[in-house]
Structure formats: C-alpha cells, structure tokens
C-alpha cells in the first residue's frame, strides 16, 4: 500500500500524546524526511518526503493519529491490540476525510515471525512504454500478502547509524501482465520490504518492481530515514 509506502514515524523529543505502539510510534508534532532513491528502466531524480504526526482526530467514534504526506494526503491510522491499520485519507482539497471500504492493515499484532496479512496493493512503478495512461496503477491491483520474516534485524542507514531491534516485513503481490510477444503474458512480482524499528517506526523500504524487456517498464524503489 504506498499507503503503506507513505507511513513512517521517529522519536523526535516531542512530548505529545503516543496514539502509536512501540514498534510504530505516532506522536503529536513528530516529523522527519525521507530520501527516496529509484532506479530502473528509465531515469527518475531521486526525492525527498517530509512526513509529520498531526493533531489526533475522531473519526467514526474512534480517536485515530493522523498522519500528513508532504505528497498533499492524510492518513487516518487506528492502533489497537490487533496491531495498526489505515482507515481513512483526505487529500490537501478535501473537507472531510473519506474512509477505506475496509481497514488497511500497517502492521499486525502479534509482532512476531510468521505473522501474516493481506491488502491490496497497485503497481506503483510499472508503466507502459507507449500507452496512456503510462501508469499501471489506474488499471491493475493485486492482493499482497505480508509477512514478519524476523524480529531482530538492524537496520544501518547511509550516514553509519545504526537503528535495533527491528521488525522485517515483507510483501508479495503477483501481476498477470502481458509484457511483449516473445513472453506473452508474464507473472509480474510486486516486491515490498519494510522495517520497523522499536521506539522508532518505519525507517527504510524498499519496492520491487522488475519486468522483461518488452512493452513495459519498472524499476525499484529505496527510501530511507535521515535522521
């Protein structure tokens, strides 16, 4: 879900209320940057997301964090003992929040290998190399499924910090594509890693999206926290 692409939390010395977990942390007023890298079939500059805890909202009965993407959208995130789930966006033009036709699961309770989920997702990198619209992710979705691979990795970021322990999560999505006339239709992967350092959140993803050589285009996605 770059639902799931656009979620992340750091400690930040803030003193606001936690709506989060240990494992994803959702403080009033928290902020920090993302550097996002990507590479593949076709050059695209690399950039930057800002992403930042705002005040907390009631939403259908329930106090929720709220969670704004310098992409122009708020994610409305709901925690409880069953882990931490989406349940509704609103873009910077819109009044009121729209909720999702069922929750979207960030990460699922309890936090430990083997622990499974799914949602759907779209191609976010894929495109047609002579179509319109080029991008994949108006016509085609896909169910991931996720999984807690490990609960103790360490994550070491470009600068040389190192963040542990962290959650490991993987997802994968296949895509039934036509990609050129030698291949035919291909089984296209959908590849997200994601981890989650206690105390922390969300510091790096990645996103996997690799095709034959043919009528498409894709390419993989790196972001990470810069502390």
């Known amino acids: 879900m770059f639902g799931v692409l656009a979620v992340i939390v750091a400690l930040s010395g803030c003193d606001g209320r936690n709506l989060g977990n240990p494992w994803f942390p959702l403080r009033e007023g928290e902020q920090h940057t993302l550097a996002v890298q990507f590479t593949g079939d076709e050059p695209r500059a690399p950039e930057q997301w800002t992403l930042r805890v705002t005040a907390p909202a009631t939403f259908q009965d329930q106090s929720v964090a709220v969670r704004h993407h310098s992409a122009g959208v708020s994610y409305y995130l709901l925690s409880d003992d069953q882990g931490?789930?989406?349940?509704?966006?609103?873009?910077?033009?819109?009044?009121?929040?729209?909720?999702?036709?069922?929750?979207?699961?960030?990460?699922?309770?309890?936090?430990?290998v083997g622990t499974e989920w799914t949602t759907p997702t779209v191609p976010y990198l894929i495109q047609r190399k002579n179509e319109h619209p080029r991008d994949l992710?108006?016509?085609?979705?896909?169910?991931?499924?996720?999984?807690?691979?490990?609960?103790?990795?360490?994550?070491?970021?470009?600068?040389?910090?190192?963040?542990?322990?962290?959650?490991?999560?993987?997802?994968?999505?296949r895509l039934n594509l036509y990609t050129d006339p030698v291949n035919g239709f291909t089984d296209v992967p959908l590849i997200s890693r994601e981890w989650y350092c206690q105390g922390q959140g969300l510091v790096k993803l990645e996103r996997e999206e690799k095709v034959p050589?043919?009528?498409?285009?894709?390419?993989?996605?790196?972001a990470e926290w810069v502390p």
């Open 213 to 222: 050589n043919g009528f498409l285009t894709g390419g993989v996605l790196r």
């Open 84 to 112: 931490i789930r989406r349940i509704a966006t609103r873009t910077d033009i819109d009044n009121e929040p729209s909720a999702d036709a069922e929750p979207l699961w960030v990460l699922k309770a309890p936090y430990q």
């Open 137 to 173: 992710k108006y016509t085609h979705k896909a169910q991931m499924t996720w999984r807690i691979e490990a609960v103790d990795d360490r994550v070491k970021l470009a600068n040389g910090h190192e963040v542990q322990p962290c959650l490991r999560v993987v997802g994968e999505a």
